[in-house]
């Protein structure tokens, strides 16, 4: 069962799902789905050692990340065409005062990477914004710890 059920995925239902204890739920569920389209990432984080925090305000500046158009020193190349076609979409949005889901983002190695909204990132970027809603993702309660030194 899904935890956003028919609600669209989105800054207020993943915040009511860390209320219900459910994030991780919320994860998996909006990786899944069309919107994020990241089947494989839902897979990869749905493990027991798995914590989720947030959603909390971050700055984009300090995001690594990790999709993004062909040629840069990215994980994930995407054709700039579809690169700048999706994030041209997602402006337009934007604009029309469309808040974008959380993005999922890890530490790894001091980095903070950014496992999914790379898209959203952009968007946001290019719009002028300075921060972004995120969940991050951890592996164990180590890391957990570092991050709420580091952002708190």
């Not at 935890?3 to 915040?15: T, V, W, Y």
């Not at 909006?30 to 050692?49: H, I, M, R, Y």
């Not at 999706?86 to 974008?100: A, F, K």
């Amino acid at each position: 069962m899904s935890i956003a059920g028919d609600k669209e995925f989105s800054l207020a239902s993943a915040r009511d799902a860390a209320e219900a204890g459910r994030l991780a739920q919320w994860v998996v569920d909006f990786l899944a789905s069309p919107g994020s389209d990241n089947a494989k990432l839902a897979a990869a984080v749905t493990f027991k050692e798995a914590t989720y925090f947030g959603p909390v305000q971050f700055e984009l500046d300090r995001l690594t990340p990790m999709a993004g158009p062909e040629g840069d020193e990215v994980v994930v190349p995407i054709a700039e065409e579809d690169w700048e076609s999706d994030v041209r979409e997602m402006s337009d949005s934007v604009e029309d005062e469309w808040e974008p889901p959380p993005l999922l983002v890890s530490r790894r190695k001091g980095k903070y990477l950014l496992e999914d909204g790379n898209h959203r990132y952009e968007t946001l970027r290019r719009s002028g914004a300075t921060h972004a809603w995120v969940i991050s993702l951890f592996t164990d309660e180590a890391e957990r710890g570092r991050f709420l030194e580091d952002h708190g």
